[in-house]
């Protein structure tokens, strides 16, 4: 069987075709528009030129997703229509354009798919958290005995992080301090994360692989990434990372990220803010997220009850 799923982010539009066999999932085809869609946003309200800017990507990817003989597709959308004040006209609107549901996740929706995800697809330790840094909104969850017990949604993520602090293609070190006061006033408002103490953070998401995708570049490393765990001594490196032009290194650094060239250092601030709060020693990543999790909970669940 094949599946499909449409991420509607902040920051990308995504499909990801998968084929089913009953007991193995396996990737076939995986593309993504940089739509940005945050930054059709004013005062907390879509503009029409940003539906309409989600309606042709959207239907570009239904396309694809036909020619790959896609049997049931789903599409779901986070932050980037969750945290929008006409959320509810912009979810209408798109809908009828493309003649298909959406379906708007919650932020502890978001968390709880992406831990399934992630569990999913690595050996978790006894406790730790995971961080789904997106575009718009950054997902924590704290887990204990492959259970998920606390989780939380932050209203920011790498990309809405840049454009309210960046005003070049990098931050300056007087923006990144901003960054990371804007990351610890949210943090704040998570009590439960105040207490915690664990040794291990787990990244989901494009941000957060940006990370290791920049270690990787800088020590011409062939591991893949998802075998990989850096010290938090190196991610607080990267979070204070600034770039300069004529610097052959940041230039290579630069090339290996082109995609996430804005995003990587307010990602870096997210994690590495979250492992001072929490005393953790160890980052590494998990290839699945919130699209597999959603996958596994809303598509494959209700078609073994069928």
Known sequence: MRLGVIDLGSNTIRLVVYKWDGAHLERLYNVKHHTQNIKFVKNALMSKDGLDAIVLSVKELMVIARAYDVEKLNIFA???????????DAVSYIQNEIDYPIDLLDGDEESLLGFDGMRRTINLPLEGI???IGGASTEITYFKNNKAVFMGSLPLGS???????????LPTESEQFLIRLDVRNHLDSLVWLKSLKVSTII???????????LHQAKYDINTSIFDMQLSRKLINDYSNFIANQKDQETLLILKAIPDRLSTVIPGAIIIDEIMKLVSAENYMLSSYGVREGYLFNRILSNNSEE
Do not use: C
Not at 203 to 213: E, L, W
């Open 78 to 88: 986070t932050a980037s229509l969750r945290n929008i004040k006409n959320s509810s």
């Open 130 to 132: 995971s961080v789904d």
């Open 159 to 169: 990309l809405n992080l840049f454009i309210q602090h960046v005003h070049n293609v």
């Open 203 to 213: 990244g989901i998401g494009g941000s957060a692989r940006a990370i290791m995708r």
